[in-house]
């Protein structure tokens, strides 16, 4: 029998945010795991060569990571309740940062929302949610949103 200890709960904060919480919540109860929730903020890295200076788009960056460590802490409160959940925001490409962060905290699972893009949207703005599920080395249950 599979025995996860612990699970990777990657959230937006968009509409699915709670839904794939609950999800993580439930899967972990049933293990008694821990859940790490991580939220991905942007880094704007590649915005240096374009004229803007490296402290203002590190500032805005910084301002960006309080605001999302804020949201997360807020987050935590009101989807979490008394479960056993860290709270972690990084900076960077989402799929990357997922990943990177199921393997340095050692989860036995990944558990995130897909917007579920199609056609057009899908090429312009890619899926975080397909390159993590085709690059990890651990299982990905991924939460549509319903329609409405």
């Known amino acids: 029998m599979a025995t996860i200890k612990k699970v990777l709960c990657a959230l937006d904060f968009s509409e699915i945010s709670p839904k794939v919480a609950d999800y993580a919540k439930t899967i972990a109860g ?3 795991a821990e859940i790490v929730a991580l939220y991905a903020a942007p880094s704007l890295a590649q915005y240096v060569g374009f004229h ?3 402290n203002s788009i590190d500032s ?6 309080a ?3 804020k ?3 807020d987050f935590l409160k009101e989807h ?3 479960a056993p959940v860290r709270g972690k925001v990084v900076t960077g490409y989402a799929a990357e940062e997922i990943l990177n962060a199921a393997e340095e905290e050692k ?3 990944i558990i995130m929302g897909t917007h579920g893009r199609k056609g057009i949207d899908l090429i312009l703005f890619g899926s975080v949610a397909e390159k993590v599920v085709k690059s990890s080395s651990i299982p990905v249950l991924t939460i549509r949103p319903t329609a409405a």
């Not at 805005?60 to 990571?65: H, K, T």
């Open 60 to 65: 805005f960056v910084g301002e960006i990571v």
């Open 52 to 54: 803007v200076p490296p």
């Open 80 to 82: 979490f309740g008394d």
């Open 71 to 73: 949201t997360m802490d």
């Open 107 to 109: 989860a036995d699972m």
């Open 30 to 32: 049933q293990f008694q």
């Open 67 to 69: 605001g999302a460590e």
